[in-house]
């Protein structure tokens, strides 16, 4: 079965420390990739998406991800943490038939 | 409008009662589809328009969930017989056929089933 996981619930990271939220999933034929977040009290916006080619992707506010075939990941990073990237994380995957699905959420502490 | 538009925002229902949910989605957007968050759940999947074709339903959780989708616009979820797990945050989200998909989603319903 299709299935999208991210197996930490939770991430600390000190602020200016690099940190990653971690996504792996299952699916058959090729991928698209999305990470989404969702600040308190607010909707889920967009942040970065890998349909095609580089396997590094840059997104919003510094942002990025590697997608990783052999490994069939796709982990979120950045080099240096802000207090204001605390939120919660979804990893979304969508495959063939258009069909999308997310991880339960990483839920990102950046402490100053 | 500019963004996905959801209405009511919150509602409180009594278990047993029916109950309905609007998404507007983006003007353009031929996709659209229906996400459950709960606590601790994540977002799950429930339903999936793209123009005329028949939804993916896959994801409906039992046969008191439906969604229709008028004119390829507004969509209405409807959920038959509350029951207390039902509770969570409805969130609907559009996109273009094209572009990989990315979703724009709105702010969601928040339903509570006392």
């Known amino acids: 079965a299709q299935s999208v996981a991210q197996p930490e619930d939770q991430v600390n990271v000190a602020e200016g420390n690099p940190l990653t939220v971690k996504c792996t999933y299952s699916v058959s034929g090729n991928p698209y990739l999305f990470w989404y977040v969702q600040y308190p009290n607010r909707g889920l916006q967009f942040l970065l998406k890998?349909?095609?080619?580089?396997?590094l992707v840059k997104g919003s506010y510094g942002f990025e991800a590697e997608f990783n075939k052999s490994q069939t990941s796709f982990h979120l990073k950045k080099p240096s943490a802000l207090v204001s990237d605390s939120a919660l994380y979804f990893c979304?995957?969508?495959?063939?038939?258009?069909?999308?699905?997310f991880g339960k959420g990483t839920r990102l502490h950046i402490l100053p | 409008g500019a963004g996905v538009s959801q209405s009511p925002s919150n509602k409180v229902t009594e278990k047993g009662k029916d109950v309905e949910l609007r998404c507007d989605p983006i003007s353009g957007h031929t996709a659209l589809y229906w996400y459950r968050q709960s606590l601790g759940q994540g977002l799950e999947f429930l339903i999936y328009?793209?123009?005329?074709?028949?939804?993916?339903k896959s994801g409906l959780p039992s046969d008191r969930f439906s969604a229709e989708r008028t004119g390829g616009s507004v969509s209405t979820l409807t959920i038959q017989r509350t029951q207390q797990e039902d509770s969570a945050v409805y969130l609907c989200?559009?996109?273009?056929?094209?572009?990989?998909?990315?979703?724009?989603f709105g702010n969601g319903t928040r339903l509570t089933v006392t």
């Open positions: 328009f793209q123009g005329n074709s028949a939804p993916d």
């Open positions: 989200a559009s996109s273009l056929a094209s572009g990989g998909r990315t979703l724009h």
């Open positions: 890998y349909i095609t080619g580089d396997n």
């Open positions: 979304a995957v969508r495959w063939g038939d258009d069909k999308i699905i």
